[in-house]
């Protein structure tokens, strides 16, 4: 597994991140396996949220990793906060508050990223970065970041915020794919021209903050995966075309195509699939030519000025 530098930080980690959301729907042995089969294959960046299950994803996956101190200096945890009881809350206290708990629920001392989940309308960043100041000096939390957040957000907080913010997680996929258009058709009168997020693609990139894309083979918002769906023949028919070429499924195609973009971004896989989830690995070792990008990009429906 390739790995690559996360942000401005000097954390080295894997070219691919294991989403935890869905590790509830699985039984103990299968959790365990399917964690098992993520380190083998050099996947050892796991990520989590503390409202995954309610907290129990994070629980299950301690369990079934079976944390110690040996185990844990060999893994990579990220996790997020900031949504509760239908609202969203970076309040230093809510912060604070949160991070304990994941930590309990995760059995370790420390996260090795924390990310703010949703944006919080009524945020202050002067209580942000008075929290992520306490857990950077009691050494519970080592690198911080972000999601769904765009440049003014980001901005915002680093007016008071003083720790790097190495990533920033988007949904972003080949059939979700806004951040990209928008940039292809500047100064066009069409839909895709539409700046929707502040040019959050080339704001990362020109400050070193690594996107993590989620639901990678998405389309809409959760409506469905788009590899095999019959609402988009043309990009399965070109996927097809190009994973027959490289001796690979679909599914590796689809990361390989976000893999390929210059931003160096780091996908988060969401399957608990385990044949799946090691066809998302053999992407790392696919480099699409930039007649394969476009191709799959335009059969999505996604158009050129």
């Known amino acids: 597994m390739k790995t690559m530098k996360l942000g401005s930080s000097t954390l080295e980690v894997p070219v691919l991140a294991v989403g935890c959301m869905r590790i509830n729907s699985l039984d103990k042995v299968e959790a365990e396996r399917f964690v098992q089969t993520s380190l083998e294959e050099g996947l050892n960046f796991f990520d989590h949220a503390d409202i995954y299950g309610g907290g ?3 629980e299950i996956f301690s369990d079934a990793i079976q944390m110690n101190a040996n185990i844990r200096e060999k893994i990579i945890l990220q996790s997020k906060c900031g949504i509760r009881n239908g609202m969203f809350d970076f309040s230093k206290e809510h912060i604070l508050e949160s991070v304990n ?11 090795d990223i924390l990310l703010l989940h949703r944006p919080d309308a009524l945020v202050e960043p002067d209580e942000v970065a008075a929290a992520f100041d306490l857990l950077e000096t009691s050494g519970k939390v080592r690198h911080f970041g972000v999601s769904n957040q765009n440049p003014t957000q980001i901005q ?3 007016k008071s915020v003083k720790q790097p913010l190495v990533a920033n997680q988007l949904q972003l996929s080949i059939t979700n794919a806004t951040m990209i258009s928008s940039g292809i058709n500047v100064n066009m009168e069409n839909n895709p021209a539409v700046n929707r997020d502040g040019s959050v693609l080339d704001y990362c990139r020109l400050n070193d903050i690594t996107i993590q894309p989620w639901s990678p083979f998405q389309y809409g918002f959760f409506e469905g995966v788009f590899l095999g769906s019959d609402k988009f023949p043309d990009l399965n028919e070109k996927i097809d075309e190009i994973a027959k070429k490289y001796e690979v499924s679909n599914t590796t195609i689809a990361i390989a195509w976000l893999l390929r973009h210059p931003a160096h971004m780091q996908p988060v896989t969401g399957t608990m699939n385990i044949e799946r989830l090691k066809d998302c690995c053999k992407a790392s070792d696919i480099y699409l030519t930039r007649e394969e990008w476009y191709g799959i990009y335009r059969a999505a429906g996604n158009v050129l000025p």
């Open 101 to 111: 708990a994941i930590l309990k629920r995760l059995k370790t001392d420390y996260l």
């Open 56 to 58: 129990k994803c994070e």
């Open 156 to 158: 915002l907080l680093k």
